[in-house]
């Protein structure tokens, strides 16, 4: 079954944790608990250090996997990381600071980063009594 755009959405948007994992060849697998936001498109933008694995990770390889979950429910997501320029940065932060606005706060801690992920496939999943799971694949 198809997944709306609107109600992966309306899943990412009722939520403000979740868990991203990333991966290099050298250090294999790793995962991270992160405050995030989401963008009407769906990309996620967080912050991050920049001697954090997750910062080395996406940079040797930008892809990434995430998972969010409420209830019964679960919302798989693949993509791609990039650190956004000034110019992208503008918006994705009026955005994230909107969903975490503590995070404002922590501007100006030496070596914070803002990290973007633009999605390639999302999956959300229910578990309890009606069982589903719906699927929204993107181009590259």
């Known amino acids: 079954m198809p997944l709306t755009k609107k109600a992966a959405l309306d899943f990412l948007k009722s939520v403000d944790l979740g868990a991203i ?3 290099t060849a050298e ?3 790793e995962v991270a608990l992160i405050n995030f936001a989401v963008t009407d498109e769906l990309e996620l933008i967080f912050e991050t250090i920049q001697t954090t694995r997750k910062c080395e990770n996406l ?8 998972m969010a979950w ?3 429910q679960t919302l ?3 993509g791609i990381a990039d650190e ?3 110019f992208a940065l503008k918006e994705l932060l009026d955005v994230y600071f909107a ?8 501007q100006g801690w030496p070596g914070l980063i803002y990290m973007r992920v633009r999605p390639r496939w999302i999956r959300l999943s229910r578990y309890g009594g009606s069982w589903s799971v719906e699927e929204l694949t993107f181009k590259a």
């Open 27 to 29: 250090t294999g697998p």
């Open 84 to 86: 956004p320029d000034e």
């Open 76 to 78: 798989q997501y693949e």
């Open 99 to 106: 969903a975490v606005p503590e995070a404002r706060s922590h």
């Open 59 to 66: 940079r040797e390889d930008p892809r990434a996997a995430f």
């Open 70 to 72: 409420r209830g019964d």
């Open 21 to 23: 994992a990333t991966a």
